[in-house]
């Protein structure tokens, strides 16, 4: 009687070897049909069946792409990798496993086509779980993008320390993460719920990365010193991770903070201020139905100190909820970097009572 032939006799399933690179099933056909890495072998002429060499050359696949190498490129490289070291390396497990997506086009997305029709003149569609970054990105974000949807948490928290130590804070943040999240954030949103599991998983790195990169605070400064920056999402908004951002930006100014994070009712937040007597208190509010302005105003007006001397903080708003409500006295800074040089500049001339009240410089 015959022995059965083994896994590495009659190579690994399509399947069996997505679930152990951590990739969809469906990832793996189209880097076959589009970039030829696929099996040298196929059983009975149709099904895939994976020899050693065949995984080597798709190790190599996940491990460029996930460094944000163009998946054309990054076809090439591995096969020509694999001819001139073919011998088989051992595969990689990783601790999570993507199920298979479909990725529609662009055109289908916002109903120029109906679901499943290809538009006029397009193309092969992109490789599944591909994110809508656009052209002019920078590579380090199409790498990060690439990990997170695999779910490649080592590789998502390697590509944003990366980015973070080449490019600082500020270029990282705005050129690297911020994109991401946004093209993670647009994918959910057309996707019926799906890859909502890549955008948490994104969002929790990206917020750990941000703490690391936050210096420890400046010690507090006696009686007559600007007080430290506030930091506080509107009553009911959720989005922190700007805030996180510009928290770490300010600490690498030196300038002290006081981070309240999400939903900060407005009780709270006005009696933080009468006892802090911050130098500025930046609002985040990510939409329109979360901007207040009635309370951006109420906490303008909140002051403390002694008689004759009495102090108010600058209201900083930020996020794209206040858009098109300009408010005079509460400068609304166009991004991290100029949010910085704003704080930074408040927080070394303290503003009075009458001083609050007029136009903010530089219009």
């Known amino acids: 009687m015959s022995e059965l032939p083994t896994p590495d006799d009659t190579g690994l399933t399509t399947g069996t070897l997505a679930r152990r690179l951590g990739v969809a099933p469906t990832t793996l056909r189209s880097w076959d049909r589009r970039y030829g890495i696929g099996p040298a ?88 779980g591909a994110l809508p970054l656009g052209r002019d990105v920078r590579q380090e974000c199409r790498g990060l993008a690439r990990a997170a949807v695999r779910l490649d948490a080592p590789a998502v928290e390697a590509r944003l320390e990366e980015a973070v130590e080449q490019h600082g804070l500020t270029t990282a943040w705005q050129e690297v993460m911020v994109p991401a999240l946004h093209a993670v954030g647009r994918k959910w949103e057309s996707s019926g719920d799906r890859y909502v599991e890549v955008e948490h998983l994104l969002s929790w790195h990206v917020s750990t990365a941000l703490r690391r990169a936050t210096r420890l605070p400046a010690p507090d400064e006696g009686a007559g010193a600007p007080g430290p920056v506030a930091l506080a999402c509107v009553p009911g908004e959720q989005h922190t991770l700007p805030l996180e951002a510009l928290n770490a930006g300010l600490s690498h100014l030196g300038l002290r903070t006081r981070m309240f994070g999400a939903a900060v009712p407005a009780e709270a937040l006005t009696a933080a201020v009468r006892r802090l007597g911050p130098a500025a208190v930046v609002l985040w509010a990510q939409s329109r139905s979360t901007a207040n302005l009635a309370l951006a105003r109420h906490v303008a007006d909140t002051r403390w100190g002694v008689r004759g001397a009495r102090r108010r903080p600058t209201v900083v708003l930020g996020g794209p909820g206040w858009a ?40």
């Not at 001819?83 to 916002?110: D, F, K, M, N």
């Not at 300009?326 to 910085?340: S, Y």
């Open 41 to 128: 072998v196929r059983a009975d002429g149709r099904h895939r069946r994976w020899r050693p060499g065949d995984v080597a050359v798709l190790e190599e696949m996940c491990r460029l792409t996930a460094a944000g190498v163009p998946p054309a490129e990054a076809a090439r490289t591995a096969r020509e990798r694999s001819a001139t070291h073919p011998e088989p390396r051992p595969v990689v497990v990783p601790s999570v496993v993507v199920q298979p997506v479909v990725e529609r086009s662009g055109a289908e997305r916002y109903g120029a086509v109906p679901p499943g029709a290809v538009p006029p003149g397009a193309g092969p569609s992109r490789a599944a």
């Open 324 to 363: 098109g409500r300009p408010v005079r006295g509460m400068p609304r800074p166009g991004g991290l970097r100029e949010a910085l040089e704003v704080l930074e500049v408040l927080s070394a001339t303290p503003s009075s009572v009458p001083a609050a009240d007029g136009p903010w410089p530089g219009g």
